[in-house]
C-alpha cells in the first residue's frame, strides 16, 4: 500500500523540491482506512527555533486503530534528514508509539518527528524543551 513519490511544494514562501511522501490522509481515506493525523510547526521543533528558521511542518498520517505510521510529509530544511527515519518506520511498520519510545537526540531537526508523533496526544507547545 506503500506510494512513494517525489514531489515539489511551496508553503509559508518556501519551496521544497527534496519533500517525500508515503500515503496521504486522501487516499488513506480513499482506501477506507479511517486515519489520524498530526501536523506539527516548525515553531515548535528546537533545532528550527535554533536555525532561525520556522517555516514548515511535519505532519504524520497513521492507522487509527493501530497508530501504524501510513505517511509522513516534511516541509523543511533538512526535510531529507527526517524523511529517512519515517521511511523506514512506514516499511517496516513501526506504530506512532515505537517513534515515541525511540531516542532521538535533543536539538536535531528528526526530534521533530518524534515532536510530530507526540502531538497524536500532547500539545507539544506545552511541553518542556526536553521533555517527551
Sequence with gaps: ??????????VDGMTCDGCARHVTEALAREKGLMVKTSVLHLKDVPRALAARDTRGLIKLVAEEDTGRLLGAHVLADG???VIQEATLAIRFGLTVRDIIETFHPYLTMVEGLKLAALTFEKDVAKLSCCAG
Design 79 to 81: 526535510a531529507g534528514e
Design 1 to 10: 500500500m506503500t506510494e512513494r513519490t517525489h514531489i515539489s511544494l511551496r
